[in-house]
């Protein structure tokens, strides 16, 4: 059964600061997906991860896929407050589903 | 195109009564599934169907039904409802179970 750790899953930043969030999943996944949700709204894909090494950017956000380590990467880059918001990683499971992580509540703060 | 679209926003139902959340998308995708959320945790799915005429079981499905009479819509049913089915149900249509998921508004349920 797969399973997905997130890490952190409160995470307080200063504007103008840079962090990582990590996503790591227990099983072999052929896809990774990560969304945003902001509150009381539904939820926005971000980036799709199809590869091991896949790299993907928009704006000062970075998305990273290790499928050997089972392991992917949200970096920020001197974050903003617009990009307060609950971060989710979920990793594409067997049913053609996605199996999410608990998700990254971050708060960006001046 | 509107997407996936979900009726109604919100719902408030007492326990053992029944409805139908509604979802629709526009976009011809095969792929479709629908999940809760509940506080302080990822989207667990219930149901999902990879085409019209087949559905099948997700993680949670106890307590719901599911049909998939055409390609647009896919229906859940809650049977008899229950305080542990309090919870905001999403819907998700992709173009293939491999493609990425796109979300409809969400139905915040309660059920007293």
């Known amino acids: 059964e797969l399973k997905v750790e997130q890490n952190p899953l409160f995470l307080s930043m200063q504007e103008g600061k840079n962090y990582t969030i990590y996503c790591n999943y227990s099983t072999t996944s052929d896809r990774l997906y990560w969304y945003r949700q902001d509150p009381g709204k539904s939820l926005e894909s971000l980036f799709v991860?199809?590869?091991?090494?896949a790299v993907k950017q928009e704006g000062r956000l970075m998305a990273s896929l290790d499928t050997k380590a089972r392991l992917s990467t949200l970096h920020i880059t001197a974050a903003v407050h617009d990009l307060s918001a609950t971060y989710f990683c979920a990793p594409g499971g067997s049913q053609g589903n996605l199996i999410f992580g608990k998700g990254t509540k971050l708060s960006v703060k001046p | 195109n509107a997407g996936v679209t979900q009726t109604p926003k919100f719902q408030v139902l007492k326990t053992g009564q029944s409805m139908t959340l509604q979802c629709a998308q526009d976009m011809n995708h095969e792929y479709m599934s629908w999940y809760r959320q509940d506080p302080g945790m990822g989207l667990r799915l219930i149901h999902y169907?990879?085409?019209?005429?087949?559905?099948d079981q997700g993680e949670v499905p106890n307590g719901y039904n599911v049909s998939r009479s055409t390609t647009e819509d896919f229906p859940l049913r809650l049977l008899s409802a229950a305080p542990s089915q309090t919870s905001v149900y999403f819907c998700a249509s992709s173009r293939t179970s491999l493609y990425e998921q796109y979300f409809g508004p969400g139905t915040r349920l309660t059920v007293t």
């Open positions: 169907s990879v085409g019209a005429g087949i559905t």
């Open positions: 991860l199809l590869s091991n090494g």
